[in-house]
């Protein structure tokens, strides 16, 4: 009967016999063929036998094993931590490169990743042949040829077939052809290795100290005595982030002016102008025993309420001034409260 299908071996039906039982040759050819069953099934040490199906190690090791040396055998551990099969040998060339593949590889196949140690620098576009199966372009982010320096010479290199080509997968640093300071103002050295240096004095639009005048963004560094130039074209931009016009106080490049003609009392004005204005009026009253009264309001709110006694007959002048934020309403009520108003005088500074 062989194995029972979990690896144990029993002797076939008349066994075990019993003593001083004659041996018939039935009972010797059916148990002898059974046991040379149960053989052929083993496995020989010497490699002669064939596995006719999957061999479970129930947790056990093939231990001793030899290093694969071809595809077809599997790899001992030694042979995966040492990159036996991706590690290419005896590399040369400088742009049209060759190398060495363990295990025979006779073919590239998509996703193969291989490491080489570089034997030059390369100075244009770049091919790897492995095993002499064929020259394929080496590029660089996709189909991106190389150029100069891209390789380093000893620089470890890692390479993937695509497909089509063996995809750089981590570029050196190229050497500097030419460089641009673009609209900075900068002059940059002539170097084409190491250290690049920049000369000159860096606009402020770029975060530098050069101009009188910023239209760039970010945060613009201003020398110590800075000439600011006209103060409309500069913006300054706060921690929070909120642009604030530098040109908004009051004072800069605002003048006075009379617009009493186009002003009344008890009538609302609105401040438009983009920043605060400061208003300015004087009366003059007719008429002896006379209390002229002033009441400001601004956005409704009453921000000035005078009362002038006079007691004498002759005329009188009083006056009053307030700052109007930028947007506010303004209002002024005027009365002579017992005489005249002669006259008024209203200038704004805007």
């Not at 800075?226 to 530098?246: E, I, Y």
């Not at 956005?299 to 006079?310: A, E, G, L």
Request: glycine share 12%.
């Amino acid at each position: 009967m062989a194995r029972n299908g979990a690896g144990t071996y029993n002797l076939p039906s008349g066994n075990p016999v019993v003593t001083g039982s004659t041996i018939s040759s039935a009972w010797a050819n059916s148990t002898l063929n059974d046991m040379a069953t149960a053989l052929t099934q083993s496995i020989s040490s010497d490699g002669q036998t064939t596995p006719t199906g999957n061999l479970p190690m129930g947790g056990y090791n093939h231990t001793n094993v030899a290093d694969a040396t071809v595809r077809a055998s599997y790899a001992s551990a030694g042979q995966v931590q040492d990159s036996a099969f991706t590690f290419l040998t005896s590399p040369s060339g400088t742009n049209t490169m060759t190398a060495a593949a363990s295990l025979g590889m006779s073919a590239y196949v998509t996703g193969q990743r291989f490491f080489f140690v570089s034997p030059s620098t390369n100075t244009s576009a770049c091919t790897l042949n492995i095993n002499a199966i064929g020259a394929k372009a080496i590029t660089k982010q996709g189909t991106t040829a190389l150029v100069a320096g891209d390789i380093v010479s000893g620089a470890v290199i890692q390479v993937v077939y695509d497909g089509t080509e063996f995809q750089l997968v981590s570029p050196a640093g190229s050497a500097v052809n030419s460089f641009s300071a673009g609209t900075t103002g900068l002059t940059p050295s002539t170097a084409t290795t190491g250290a690049i240096t920049l000369a000159g004095t860096l606009a402020v639009a770029n975060g530098g100290t050069g101009v009188t005048t910023s239209t760039g963004s970010g945060s613009n560094v201003l020398s110590t005595t800075p000439d600011l130039g006209t103060p409309s074209n500069l913006v300054a931009t706060n921690a929070s982030g909120t642009a604030n016009n530098l040109n908004a106080g009051i004072g800069v490049n605002q003048t006075w002016t009379d617009v009493s003609s186009s002003r009344a009392f008890s009538t609302n004005y609105t401040n438009s102008t983009g920043k605060p204005i400061m208003v300015y009026l004087t009366i003059s009253t007719t008429g002896g025993g006379n209390a002229p009264q002033f009441t400001v309001t601004v956005n409704s709110v009453v921000i000035q309420n005078w009362i002038y006694q006079f007691a004498n007959s002759t005329n009188n002048t009083v006056g009053v001034n307030f700052i109007v934020p930028n947007g506010q309403v303004y209002n002024i009520a005027a009365s002579s409260n017992g005489g005249g108003i002669a006259s008024k005088t209203w200038i704004e500074l805007r």
